[in-house]
């Protein structure tokens, strides 16, 4: 493993007191001694974070040159000062825009025309100032656009607080609503809204009705969910004829509905839910359109009408395929766009819905992403769509249904002369152990060699069915212009390759992510791109949990492994039902009080597979206010890690002690971030030395 002088060998690490907890099910007996670092109120544990903090900035304070020099160079591509596309609604035009020097975004529109005068609705700074940490929630104007509603989380914590704009006076409403999620509908009478709220484990899982001016605490419950395995998701179509409200885990889901013009009324359910069946709803007309797996593992479209929504009335629209995974479908006043995945990349086609004729819209790169963008208009012949790939900036079109011709809005702009063709991208394929093809995504310096010398970061995730988006970021020219090959490992437990994709990467087949990742890296490696000494791995989250136990099984493997807020104490956290990972998590990992799950996981879970032997050169990082992946993980990780492992290579924890789950919220901060973790790859892999 790499060695440098510089490093700051007189710098003692912290060593966390053992306290140890006996965890027994099942006849299996686990000792766990840094159990006790679950206490964030216990001052020991922030003592500790604090501490290893102060290791991991006094290891990494010979970077802090190139730290600086990286976060210039990224800054500098950036346009600070920009402007989204604005979109339409009705005699409005919507759009965000930043300035330079200003953390976050300011939302504004005009109205009948782009040349009129701007109107300010909020200014994120502005609601930013005073807090280390500042997110938006949701953010939904009333049907009239009159009134803003709004919510804030300040913590990192995903607990948000709602509130009322009128948009005339720019005065706050009164009503202010604490503890809120992601989801706000409002009803076409303009003044009352439903919203859910979230119980101790951050699971969204009521339901209320609000009217605005009325107290909040008079607020009607609509709906209780009180199974822990589901949460709710509130929505509207976009015909603004009805409001959806989804119950759903990750293998089964309901749809009840409501006219938007009766917001008084009773929400009354499409179908009922059935274990393992999954649907999502549109509305066109006098029909439902229903995207489902029923009897079809990659899914299939059906409709039935609206006065008669029982399943004996859906008729099929879309048979299931094989070979094609339908993702969504999204319905205009003439069409409907059909999202779909096959040979693992994302298309889409438009079909008439008076006479069925379709086209279809295709791309020129062998990598790509491409997804539907802000379409806030049902009567309307265009579909906004984004694009991207590694090579190509993000770009928005707008294209024509009726005359299948595409115009490009804008792309994102990077500044400093970037030019495309010095950089080639392709999409290659590894081949598993039992025969399985894995995808790569792979993007490098167009006058490369195969031989074995060039260091390489590949990312990875494999879980929850998220097919890795193949997006651009500025921000790795800074890795290509230094010779770094850039890579993405479209594991086993995403949906890039179609549903059974997914299915055959989770529950007792979960191992299969941790051998498809470690088949690309092998293959990388064989075919020149990289060698073993000169690998960094990097993973967020699940993602997390794939560099833990990719790092058990084969630490010979990489060079440096950066691992974000990981989910790595897996089998602990998912037994205990008070955390958010834990009865929801089920559906993807298994309930380990059934002795088969229990055993499996164990086998695998970063935490409890960590040995006496060398490992790589670790970056971890934490959020203290993580609500997804608490910051005992990551910190139990490091302590037992540090404890056991046998070699002399670096393992620095960096905790975010005012930020949750996604790290800093500012666009400059979360830059510090990124560059911090880019020095250590640098530094690891010894890039530019």
Same mark, same amino acid.
């Given at each position: 493993?790499?060695?440098?002088?510089?490093?700051?060998?007189?710098?003692?690490?912290?060593?966390?007191?053992?306290?140890?907890?006996?965890?027994?099910?099942?006849?299996?007996?686990?000792?766990?001694?840094?159990?006790?670092?679950?206490?964030?109120?216990?001052?020991?544990?922030?003592?500790?974070?604090?501490?290893?903090?102060?290791?991991?900035?006094?290891?990494?304070?010979?970077?802090?040159?190139?730290?600086?020099?990286?976060?210039?160079?990224?800054?500098?591509?950036?346009?600070?000062?920009?402007?989204?596309?604005?979109?339409? #609604?009705?005699?409005?035009?919507?759009?965000?825009?930043?300035?330079?020097?200003?953390?976050?975004?300011?939302?504004?529109?005009?109205?009948?025309?782009?040349?009129?005068?701007?109107?300010?609705?909020?200014?994120?700074?502005?609601?930013?100032?005073?807090?280390?940490?500042?997110?938006?929630?949701?953010?939904?104007?009333?049907?009239?656009?009159?009134?803003?509603?709004?919510?804030?989380?300040?913590?990192?914590?995903?607990?948000?607080?709602?509130?009322?704009?009128?948009?005339?006076?720019?005065?706050?409403?009164?009503?202010?609503?604490?503890?809120?999620?992601?989801?706000?509908?409002?009803?076409?009478?303009?003044?009352?809204?439903?919203?859910?709220?979230?119980?101790?484990?951050?699971?969204?899982?009521?339901?209320?009705?609000?009217?605005?001016?009325?107290?909040?605490?008079?607020?009607?419950?609509?709906?209780?969910?009180?199974?822990?395995?589901?949460?709710?998701?509130?929505?509207?179509?976009?015909?603004?004829?009805?409001?959806?409200?989804?119950?759903?885990?990750?293998?089964?889901?309901?749809?009840?509905?409501?006219?938007?013009?009766?917001?008084?009324?009773?929400?009354?359910?499409?179908?009922?839910?059935?274990?393992?069946?999954?649907?999502?709803?549109?509305?066109?007309?006098?029909?439902?359109?229903?995207?489902?797996?029923?009897?079809?593992?990659?899914?299939?479209?059906?409709?039935?009408?609206?006065?008669?929504?029982?399943?004996?009335?859906?008729?099929?629209?879309?048979?299931?395929?094989?070979?094609?995974?339908?993702?969504?479908?999204?319905?205009?006043?003439?069409?409907?766009?059909?999202?779909?995945?096959?040979?693992?990349?994302?298309?889409?086609?438009?079909?008439?819905?008076?006479?069925?004729?379709?086209?279809?819209?295709?791309?020129?790169?062998?990598?790509?992403?491409?997804?539907?963008?802000?379409?806030?208009?049902?009567?309307?012949?265009?579909?906004?769509?984004?694009?991207?790939?590694?090579?190509?900036?993000?770009?928005?079109?707008?294209?024509?249904?009726?005359?299948?011709?595409?115009?490009?809005?804008?792309?994102?702009?990077?500044?400093?002369?970037?030019?495309?063709?010095?950089?080639?991208?392709?999409?290659?394929?590894?081949?598993?152990?039992?025969?399985?093809?894995?995808?790569?995504?792979?993007?490098?310096?167009?006058?490369?060699?195969?031989?074995?010398?060039?260091?390489?970061?590949?990312?990875?995730?494999?879980?929850?069915?998220?097919?890795?988006?193949?997006?651009?970021?500025?921000?790795?020219?800074?890795?290509?212009?230094?010779?770094?090959?850039?890579?993405?490992?479209?594991?086993?437990?995403?949906?890039?390759?179609?549903?059974?994709?997914?299915?055959?990467?989770?529950?007792?087949?979960?191992?299969?992510?941790?051998?498809?990742?470690?088949?690309?890296?092998?293959?990388?490696?064989?075919?020149?791109?990289?060698?073993?000494?000169?690998?960094?791995?990097?993973?967020?989250?699940?993602?997390?949990?794939?560099?833990?136990?990719?790092?058990?099984?084969?630490?010979?493997?990489?060079?440096?492994?950066?691992?974000?807020?990981?989910?790595?104490?897996?089998?602990?956290?998912?037994?205990?039902?008070?955390?958010?990972?834990?009865?929801?998590?089920?559906?993807?990992?298994?309930?380990?009080?059934?002795?088969?799950?229990?055993?499996?996981?164990?086998?695998?879970?970063?935490?409890?597979?960590?040995?006496?032997?060398?490992?790589?050169?670790?970056?971890?990082?934490?959020?203290?206010?993580?609500?997804?992946?608490?910051?005992?993980?990551?910190?139990?990780?490091?302590?037992?890690?540090?404890?056991?492992?046998?070699?002399?290579?670096?393992?620095?924890?960096?905790?975010?002690?005012?930020?949750?789950?996604?790290?800093?919220?500012?666009?400059?901060?979360?830059? #510090?971030?990124?560059?911090?973790?880019?020095?250590?790859?640098?530094?690891?892999?010894?890039?530019?030395?």
């Amino acid at each position: 493993m790499n060695t440098d002088s510089h490093l700051q060998t007189n710098v003692v690490p912290p060593v966390a007191e053992k306290q140890p907890q006996i965890l027994e099910l099942h006849g299996d007996r686990r000792v766990d001694n840094y159990f006790w670092m679950r206490d964030q109120e216990n001052p020991q544990v922030i003592s500790y974070l604090e501490a290893e903090n102060a290791y991991t900035d006094a290891m990494m304070q010979h970077t802090q040159g190139l730290q600086t020099q990286l976060y210039e160079e990224i800054l500098a591509r950036i346009k600070e000062r920009d402007l989204s596309v604005p979109y339409r #609604k009705d005699d409005y035009y919507y759009y965000s825009r930043t300035e330079e020097g200003k953390a976050y975004p300011i939302y504004c529109r005009k109205r009948g025309s782009l040349d009129a005068g701007e109107e300010v609705l909020l200014d994120q700074n502005q609601l930013a100032n005073g807090h280390e940490f500042c997110d938006l929630g949701v953010l939904a104007v009333s049907p009239n656009h009159q009134i803003l509603a709004y919510s804030t989380d300040t913590t990192g914590a995903e607990r948000y607080t709602l509130f009322f704009l009128d948009l005339n006076s720019h005065e706050l409403y009164a009503d202010i609503i604490e503890d809120t999620y992601f989801s706000l509908v409002w009803a076409n009478d303009n003044k009352t809204v439903f919203y859910t709220t979230i119980d101790d484990a951050n699971r969204p899982f009521k339901l209320f009705r609000h009217t605005l001016g009325c107290d909040v605490a008079d607020d009607e419950l609509i709906y209780h969910e009180p199974d822990d395995g589901y949460h709710l998701y509130v929505d509207k179509t976009r015909s603004q004829e009805y409001l959806l409200l989804t119950v759903g885990g990750s293998i089964t889901s309901e749809i009840h509905y409501l006219k938007a013009d009766n917001p008084f009324g009773e929400f009354e359910v499409i179908a009922p839910r059935d274990t393992g069946i999954l649907y999502d709803v549109e509305h066109h007309s006098d029909y439902f359109y229903i995207v489902t797996n029923e009897t079809a593992i990659n899914f299939k479209l059906m409709r039935t009408p609206i006065t008669a929504i029982g399943k004996d009335n859906w008729q099929t629209v879309i048979p299931h395929r094989q070979d094609v995974r339908l993702s969504e479908v999204s319905a205009f006043v003439n069409h409907l766009v059909i999202y779909e995945r096959k040979g693992g990349l994302p298309t889409a086609r438009i079909q008439n819905i008076a006479t069925g004729a379709e086209n279809q819209i295709t791309f020129p790169e062998p990598t790509y992403d491409f997804e539907e963008d802000t379409n806030a208009e049902f009567n309307t012949n265009i579909l906004r769509f984004s694009y991207t790939s590694l090579i190509t900036p993000p770009s928005v079109f707008d294209y024509d249904m009726d005359t299948n011709q595409r115009e490009l809005k804008k792309e994102t702009e990077v500044l400093g002369g970037y030019d495309r063709t010095q950089y080639r991208s392709e999409w290659l394929m590894a081949t598993a152990d039992d025969g399985t093809s894995v995808p790569i995504s792979i993007v490098y310096p167009r006058d490369i060699k195969q031989d074995g010398t060039n260091p390489l970061f590949m990312l990875g995730y494999g879980s929850y069915g998220y097919s890795y988006p193949v997006t651009f970021a500025s921000d790795i020219l800074s890795l290509l212009d230094r010779g770094v090959v850039f890579a993405i490992a479209h594991v086993r437990g995403g949906e890039e390759m179609g549903r059974q994709w997914y299915e055959e990467g989770k529950f007792l087949h979960k191992k299969n992510t941790f051998t498809d990742f470690i088949t690309c890296a092998e293959y990388l490696i064989a075919q020149g791109w990289t060698a073993s000494d000169r690998l960094a791995i990097s993973g967020g989250s699940a993602g997390g949990l794939l560099m833990g136990a990719v790092m058990n099984m084969r630490p010979d493997l990489f060079q440096a492994v950066v691992a974000r807020v990981p989910f790595v104490d897996v089998l602990t956290t998912i037994l205990d039902t008070s955390l958010p990972l834990s009865v929801m998590e089920w559906e993807e990992w298994g309930n380990p009080n059934e002795k088969a799950y229990y055993d499996y996981l164990k086998s695998y879970s970063p935490y409890d597979n960590v040995e006496a032997k060398d490992y790589p050169d670790i970056l971890i990082t934490a959020g203290l206010n993580d609500s997804r992946v608490k910051y005992w993980e990551p910190a139990k990780w490091t302590a037992k890690l540090r404890d056991m492992k046998t070699d002399e290579n670096i393992l620095l924890l960096k905790t975010n002690m005012g930020a949750g789950h996604s790290g800093a919220s500012g666009r400059y901060e979360s830059l #510090k971030e990124l560059v911090f973790e880019y020095a250590f790859v640098f530094d690891r892999l010894g890039v530019g030395k």
